[in-house]
């Protein structure tokens, strides 16, 4: 039988340790600095971050037993997500956010013929609407830092601050090991990923 091995834990100490000052006035300089450490990036290197991060997922007994996911469609300077929702979707009920107002609404991906631009220049889906977000086993959440905690900082629109507290599903954020920090400014409505999942982390 084939061993699963446990997700990484959050109190191993950070690879990428960018130190900042826990103030929410930070929040600006983390986006811009980590931001500029995505962009220095080679295509071949977010590639093959991507793809230890799918082959590292695909094995998780949390993946294997969901049956309803919510993942993503990544811009370009996150982790690409696409092999896993394009296969996933075989056997599993797959969900990729789209923004309407704003606000995001959980919808059915179905096949790439599905998808539409939308807010932002995203692919979203145009099936149908998940209405209860509390259906989600488990959703994959991209973020533009996280922190040893489980914390995660976003791009500013605060649109999965809005989601998550309506879901009950284990949250897993992923990320490049360049995003993976020691600290970022949280506060007391954040809610924190159950697990962090980054190459650095798998690999130690």
């Given at each position: ?115 539409k631009i939308g807010k ?66 949280a506060e007391e409505h ?15």
């Amino acid at each position: 039988m084939q061993k699963h091995h446990p997700l990484p834990s959050l109190q191993k100490r950070a690879h990428t340790m960018l130190q900042f000052q826990w103030l929410k006035d930070s929040k600006p300089l983390i986006r811009k600095a980590v931001k500029e450490r995505v962009a220095a990036m080679s295509e071949t290197d977010k590639q093959t971050e991507a793809d230890v991060l799918f082959s590292y997922l695909e094995d998780l007994e949390q993946v294997r037993n969901s049956k309803k996911i919510l993942l993503y469609h990544p811009m370009t300077d996150e982790i690409d997500v696409m092999k896993a929702v394009r296969k996933w979707a075989e056997t599993k009920e797959i969900y990729l956010p789209a923004i309407e107002g704003d606000d995001i609404v959980i919808r059915q991906y179905k096949s790439e013929q599905d998808l539409k631009i939308g807010k932002y220049g995203i692919l979203e889906p145009v099936g149908a609407v998940l209405d209860n977000p509390e259906e989600i086993n488990l959703v994959i959440v991209p973020g533009r830092a996280f922190d040893i905690r489980g914390y995660r900082l976003g791009r500013g629109q605060g649109y999965y601050d809005r989601l998550l507290p309506k879901m009950r599903a284990i949250k897993i954020g992923v990320c490049f090991d360049c995003q993976y920090i020691f600290r970022v400014p949280a506060e007391e409505h954040d809610i924190p990923m159950d697990y962090v999942v980054c190459r650095k982390l798998i690999e130690k």
